[in-house]
Every structure is written in structure tokens, then in C-alpha cells.
């Protein structure tokens, strides 16, 4: 990725952040706002918010708390932005991210012609040290199920290969350098920091690794601090390009 949208997406990072807040506070923000003051000729991140909650609506059925909703939109700008050939998520859920992440490769698709290798892995069991991510919540058959259904309805679903896997068990499994990772799979700080580490190792120089729920960089006292820990103890072998309210941006050196 060239310094230019590098800094595009420092530049969001910085602006739509707004200090730590953790999920729960932050469920009535308006990302709308936040993504109006970033407005450039280049990029129109609301447009990314409105396709987020047009799949929410027609295909999901369950509704995101606006934070989530604008990681969902920077993850889809940044895969606009850098256009990569190899790309995996941790943790799909119901297919939030993986649909932005899928419909944002398809637009790549069909302005390069160049198919993208897009990876979605979850053993659909639950997400410790999440927020409120129990296993009750989001294991089992149904929610595999699920996930699968609302791709399809999307048409989206040739965009994306989901597997059902633990991603400690999956990354054996990874042959081609990974180009940019979602991690928002389970997120106590052991495992978030194996999964950057692990994958990270698969990764070619300049991947893009997005972390989800990284909400500060050195304050590591509140409730669910894995991910941004991560973050902030990332190593010299990552820039760190950014974090705002939701996702934590690093870029593999
Ligand atoms: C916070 S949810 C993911 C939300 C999803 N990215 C979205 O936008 O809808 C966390 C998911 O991670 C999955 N998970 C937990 N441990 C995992 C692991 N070791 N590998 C991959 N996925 C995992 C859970 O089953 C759960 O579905």
C-alpha cells in the first residue's frame, strides 16, 4: 500500500477517534457524524455505513451498535484501499464483518477482474473476553447456519470460503503470505495475541492486521483490554497505523 493510503487511513483513525469509551458507552454514537467530518473527494465512509445497515436489515436481522458498524465501514475502505490478494478473518459471528469485508472484494473484482482469496474462519463457540460474546450466544450448528444464509441471500457468498475452525488449529493450514487479516475472534489477551502472532508470522510485508475492540493504547484497566493491549504492545516487526474507537490498524514491516 502506497504512503497516500496509509495515511488516508491514519487520518481516519485519528479523527473518528474519540478517546476511550468502552462498548457499551458508546452503543448511542452516531458514526455518521464522525465519518462527515472525514469527508474527501477520495473516500465517502457513510456510503460503507448505509451498506452495513442495508445487510443488517435485509439479511441479518440482528442490528449493530453504531461502533461496530464503523469498524465494519474502515475495514471495507481499507480493503478498497489496498486491493490484496490473500485475506483471512478470525471470528465471523453471524457476518457483519466477513459481508463489508466480501462486499468490498467484490467491487475490487469487478474493477481489477482479479479474485480475491478470502478466508472467514470461526468454530461457532463464543468469544471469550469479549463483550457480552458467550458461548451460548453465538456456538453450535444454528449460528454456522446462519452465517452461511445471510452471505448467500447477499450475494455474496462467492466471495468468501467460511470454515468452520478454531484458528489456532487453522493456521496450519494457511500456504499463501496473508496480504490482510480481520482478528475478531476470541478476544481474552492470550489468545488475541496468538492469533496476531501466529497469523502474523503468514503475513507479507505491508499486510494490512486489523484488530477488533481496541480502544486504547496504554490503558489496560477496564473490563475486556485484550485487543488493545495487543495493540499497544505490538512488536518492531508492526507499524502501528492507527486505532480508533473500535479496530486497532497494524501494518506488517
Ligand atoms: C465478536 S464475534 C465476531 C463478530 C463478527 N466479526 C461480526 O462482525 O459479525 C466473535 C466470534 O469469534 C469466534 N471465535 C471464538 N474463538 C475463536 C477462535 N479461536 N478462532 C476463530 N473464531 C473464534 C466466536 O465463535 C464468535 O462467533
Given amino acids: ?31 455518521k457524524e464522525a465519518f462527515a467530518r472525514i469527508a474527501t473527494d477520495l473516500i465517502d465512509l457513510n456510503a460503507y455505513i448505509d451498506r452495513q445497515i442495508a445487510f443488517e436489515r435485509n439479511h441479518c436481522g440482528h442490528i449493530l451498535c453504531g461502533d461496530t458498524r464503523s469498524s465494519c465501514a474502515i475495514i471495507g475502505l481499507a480493503l478498497r484501499l489496498f486491493k490484496p490478494s490473500v485475506v ?70 462467492d466471495f468468501v470460503t467460511p470454515v468452520k475452525a478454531f484458528s489456532g488449529e487453522y493456521v496450519s493450514e494457511v500456504e499463501d503470505a496473508i496480504d490482510f487479516i480481520f482478528v475478531d475472534g476470541d478476544h ?46 505490538a512488536g518492531p516487526e508492526w507499524e502501528k497505523v492507527g486505532f480508533t474507537w473500535d479496530v486497532g490498524i497494524l501494518r506488517r514491516k
Fill in 1 to 31: 500500500m502506497d504512503d497516500t493510503r496509509i495515511e488516508l487511513l491514519r487520518r481516519v483513525c485519528k479523527e473518528s477517534h474519540t478517546g476511550f469509551a468502552p462498548c457499551g458507552a458508546v452503543q448511542t454514537r452516531n458514526p
Fill in 88 to 157: 483471512y478473518e478470525i471470528g465471523r459471528y453471524r457476518g457483519w464483518s466477513t459481508s463489508q469485508m466480501a462486499f468490498a472484494l467484490k467491487e475490487n473484482f469487478e474493477e481489477t477482474g482479479d479474485k480475491t482469496k478470502f478466508i472467514s474462519i470461526d468454530p461457532h463457540h463464543g468469544a471469550p473476553g469479549g463483550p457480552g460474546w458467550k458461548g451460548d450466544q453465538c456456538g453450535g450448528d444454528n449460528e454456522w447456519n446462519i452465517s452461511r444464509s445471510n452471505l448467500i441471500r447477499a450475494g455474496i457468498d
Fill in 188 to 233: 481474552t489477551y492470550e489468545a488475541a495475541k496468538a492469533d496476531v502472532a501466529l497469523y502474523g508470522e503468514k503475513m507479507a510485508p505491508g499486510g494490512i492486521c486489523v484488530l477488533h475492540d481496541v480502544w486504547a493504547e496504554k490503558d489496560y484497566s477496564f473490563e475486556n483490554y485484550g485487543p488493545s493491549k495487543v495493540y499497544g504492545e
